[in-house]
């Protein structure tokens, strides 16, 4: 079964969001920046393959957005099976080098009103329910996740 890599690239509320070229019956539809894991490679190599041939990034990858099949994996299209880690770009500047017609950040709240693979979606929505958790716990306490380890108080 072919194994997809792909990333979930966050800017503060924003994600990155690529618009695919080809093949003809993909081409105009928005997904997530990633390819095929190739023989051999281990999935988070590809994923940072992939972001650097197709946008010219370097990226960060953090914890897998975890989707339902055993793995942690998402099913995606043509029967193929995809892990996406949420990320950061930490060089270069995304452009759509290849393969793609066009990439932007957009609000990761705003970000279905583009025409997704439809397979993506729930990975969108599983984004913002961990997005809303994470303000939550923020909320109840800001320090644990601003400021790092707290001082005791004088
Ligand atoms: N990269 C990516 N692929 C996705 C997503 N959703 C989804 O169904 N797919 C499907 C589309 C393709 O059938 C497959 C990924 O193939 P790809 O064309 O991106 O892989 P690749 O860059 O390695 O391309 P190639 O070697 O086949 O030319 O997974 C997504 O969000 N990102």
């Given at each position: ?50 972001l ?5 990034i370097e990226v960060e ?26 990320g950061?770009v ?65």
């Open positions: 079964m072919v194994l997809v890599a792909a990333a979930a690239l966050l800017r503060g509320s924003q994600l990155l969001c690529a618009q695919r070229s080809a093949p003809p019956e993909l081409a105009g539809l928005w997904e997530f920046p990633g390819g095929k894991v190739e023989d051999g490679e281990e999935p988070r190599s590809a994923a940072h393959r992939e650097a041939e197709e946008l010219g990858l953090g914890e897998l957005v975890v989707g339902p099949n055993a793995d942690g994996s998402w099913p995606v299209l043509g029967d193929a099976r995809m892990l996406v880690w949420r950061e930490v060089g270069g500047s995304p452009a759509a080098l290849q393969d793609h017609a066009d990439v932007r950040w957009v609000e990761l709240a705003e970000a279905h009103t583009l025409a997704w693979i439809e397979v993506d979606r729930p990975i969108l929505a599983a984004l913002i329910a961990l997005a809303g958790e994470e303000s939550v716990l923020q909320r109840q306490d800001p320090q644990r996740l601003d400021q790092g380890p707290r001082r005791p108080t004088p």
